[in-house]
Every structure is written in C-alpha cells, then in structure tokens.
C-alpha cells in the first residue's frame, strides 16, 4: 500500500472513530487515536462499543 493513500485513510478511520464514539458518549481523543492504530478494526470496536448511560 502507497504512503499517499495510506495515511488518509487512516486518519479517515481515527476521525470516523472519534465521531462515532462521542454520539455513544465516549471519549473522542481516546478514540481518535484508537481507530487511527487500528484502522477498520478500530471502527468496528467503536461501532460494536456500547453507550454510555448516566447514572442518577
């Protein structure tokens, strides 16, 4: 794989990751960098987490 497709993709996976996270109410920085590592894995850990409830 190209350097030049690679690295955006990845970053593609970290922003992706982070925004899906934080609708679930999970922090985004944690995962940005956990999808930007793992890449598709990582979206389907941060598609598969589940929310965060609050408690009274």
Known sequence: MKLEFGIPVWLL???LG???ATTKG?????WFL???VL???GLVFAAVVSK???KD
């Open 34 to 36: 956990t999808c930007a």
């Open 52 to 54: 965060r409830t609050q």
């Open 26 to 30: 999970r922090g985004g920085c944690f």
């Open 13 to 15: 996976c970290g922003i």
């Open 18 to 20: 982070a925004w899906i």
């Open 39 to 41: 890449g598709p894995i």
